[in-house]
């Protein structure tokens, strides 16, 4: 197993925070932020293992796999995002705000082997879309149900193998749960998940094409899971737009796209897509045990503007109509909440606010 997104570092942050209110009750609410400034936060250097990163070409597929029901307006959301982190350049009165393509640029900081000297790539493309809203395997999944739904979708031409060979794969396929299915470690250990797949496809060289021969070749994917929390965990999952499950009970933050569990979504899917990207195959960038490692954004947890501290996301944009909570722009006027991701130029979580 690769990187996945834990809610249990935010949970150790948040009751970290009891103990600042506790001792701070009787100060102003500027003053308490001092305070828990001085509250020193654990080093984090993520270290290069010399593996492989997505950095094939100049453009990095995103494959959706819609497991569950999801609405078209949910479904418009999420592809919305994933195009933004792609995109080239906003217009209008939005190109001169942080965006979540410049989010995205970061990943390009993270430089491979000598082999291999391309950066992860800075382009992000909406790939193709499979809709399961049958619930083909039930609506309690295991991990290992994931890798299926992958597998099949794969297998059967729904989605396309990465062009290139295992060592360069450049695609990501991400499967996304409705908030009626369960999957195992979600709301217990997880929000979300990457890993990696090794899948053996049939290929013909121009040779073996000739001679009428088929060859196998095992090709190894990058996939990842998020699962919508809403109805399950928001508290863990959704945070800052729903009340944390641990920690001062301060008023949640408004969704930037009027949706709970799909914003909160957006957030974890933004952790998984920066750790597939950075750390594709357990041997890329970064901290700890491999089996559990910290990413590039897994690092940063709980920081999303400058000055935050443990309970305190920091501080953001502010939608004048609608009082919802934002750092990034994207494509079709959406805007996002997106975490602060390790940066290997200062060594150190840069929120893009």
């Known amino acids: 197993m690769a990187g996945y997104v834990s809610w249990l570092p935010l949970a150790t942050m948040l009751q970290m925070a009891v103990c600042v209110v506790i001792l701070c009750a009787s100060a102003a609410a500027g003053q308490s932020r001092k305070l828990a400034a001085l509250v020193e936060e654990p080093s984090v250097v993520l270290t290069y293992h010399h593996g492989p990163l997505l950095s094939s070409s100049e453009v990095i597929a995103v494959h959706l796999i819609w497991y569950g029901k999801f609405t078209t307006v949910q479904r418009t959301i999420v592809a919305d995002f994933v195009q933004s982190l792609g995109a080239k350049k906003l217009e209008g009165a939005n190109a001169k705000q942080p965006s979540a393509s410049t989010w995205w640029k970061t990943t390009g900081k993270y430089h491979g082997a ?15 879309q ?34 290139n060979s295992a060592k360069n794969a450049n695609a990501v396929y991400l499967v996304l749960t409705s908030e009626d299915v369960t999957v195992e470690g979600f709301c217990m250990s997880s929000c979300g998940f990457h890993a990696n797949l090794n899948l053996l496809s049939q290929h013909q060289s121009p040779r073996s094409r000739m001679m009428g021969k088929e060859e196998k070749h095992q090709q190894l994917l990058s996939y990842a899971w998020v699962g919508n929390s809403a109805s399950q ?22 969704a930037p796209n ?10 974890n899917m933004a952790t998984v897509l920066a750790g597939a990207a950075t750390n594709p ?23 999303y503007g400058k000055g935050a501290y443990s309970g305190f996301p920091g501080e953001l944009l502010m939608d004048k109509t609608t009082g919802a909570s934002y750092n990034a722009q ?18 150190s979580c840069q929120p893009l606010v």
């Open 281 to 303: 195959f357990n041997t890329g960038y970064f901290q700890g045990d491999a089996a559990a490692p910290l990413e590039a954004v897994s690092a940063c947890t709980g920081i």
């Open 258 to 267: 009027g949706d709970v569990g799909i914003d909160g979504m957006i957030i």
């Open 130 to 163: 499979k809709v399961d809203q049958d619930y083909s395997l039930g609506r309690a999944l295991k991990r290992s149900d994931i890798a299926a739904l992958v597998e099949s979708a794969v297998k059967s031409g729904a989605m396309p193998l990465p062009k």
């Open 114 to 128: 000598t082999s291999n000297k391309a950066a992860p790539s800075s382009i992000i493309m909406l790939g193709e």
């Open 233 to 254: 965990c928001p508290g863990q999952c959704a945070w800052p737009f729903h009340q944390p499950m641990y920690g001062p009970q301060t008023a949640p933050l408004v």
């Open 330 to 347: 994207g494509v079709n006027g959406r805007a996002f909440l997106l975490p602060a991701m390790w940066d290997p130029a200062t060594k």
